[in-house]
């Protein structure tokens, strides 16, 4: 098996949680290479560590879309409806917490390609950001637009709302690559513009643990 150890960024602002991911993503992309570099089959991996996040939180979503499970919910047989149920210790803030996980994937779970599960985390935290706003759907759409003439959304109007949702724009942000990347995802029909439905699919309604809307 391969066991993998890390310590996390504490997200003391919105800006991290954008890096917490990157973070995540980058770890796994090097367990990728090196299984790829020495020839290794699929086997066990168990990633430890103080993740610096809760059940509820993003990389928990990540890893669960990657097809970890957490060691402590299964030996206790918990669901995420039972986050609550659990502390390890106490945050530099004094919270009660439970974020020290050890995960664990299974080589014959099912996986998704790396680089879209990153994608979807990514627009995961893009529409927790929205709902911060207090944004309805609509309004989500409408602010998207931006100054588009017609009922869709562009590319500029796209990278414009990222930089006021804070995801681009400052060194922790969303790189070129990775913003191009994030709306080759969105433009599903790849016609160079974002329509309704395409906005609810990528960005409202999908599921990314369960990979369904």
């Not at 059940?55 to 928990?60: Q, V």
Request: aromatic residues 14%; proline residues 1%.
């Amino acid at each position: 098996m391969l066991i993998v150890n890390t310590h996390l960024l504490f997200p003391h602002n919105s800006s991290l949680c954008l890096e917490r991911l990157r973070q995540v993503y980058k770890i796994l992309q090097y367990i990728e290479s090196y299984q790829k570099d020495n020839k290794l089959s699929s086997m066990p991996i168990v990633l430890c560590g103080d993740w610096n996040g809760s059940k509820s939180g993003h990389i928990y979503n990540f890893l669960r879309s990657q097809g970890f499970v957490s060691s402590y919910d299964t030996a206790h047989q918990y669901t995420d409806a039972d986050a609550h149920k659990w502390i390890s210790h106490r945050n530099h803030r004094g919270n009660i917490c439970g974020v020290d996980f050890i995960w664990l994937l299974n080589p014959n779970r099912y996986r998704k390609l790396l680089k879209t599960s990153w994608s979807e985390a990514v627009f995961a935290l893009f529409k927790y950001q929205l709902r911060r706003a207090s944004l309805t759907e609509d309004d989500a759409f409408a602010f998207l637009k931006a100054d588009s003439d017609g009922d869709y959304i562009t590319f500029s109007g796209f990278c414009e709302a990222l930089r006021q949702l804070n995801l681009i724009g400052h060194c922790y942000g969303l790189s070129v690559d990775e913003t191009n990347d994030l709306w080759v995802q969105a433009d599903i029909d790849g016609n160079g513009v974002l329509d309704y439905n395409e906005f609810k699919q990528r960005i409202v309604e999908y599921d990314m643990v369960r990979g369904k809307r």
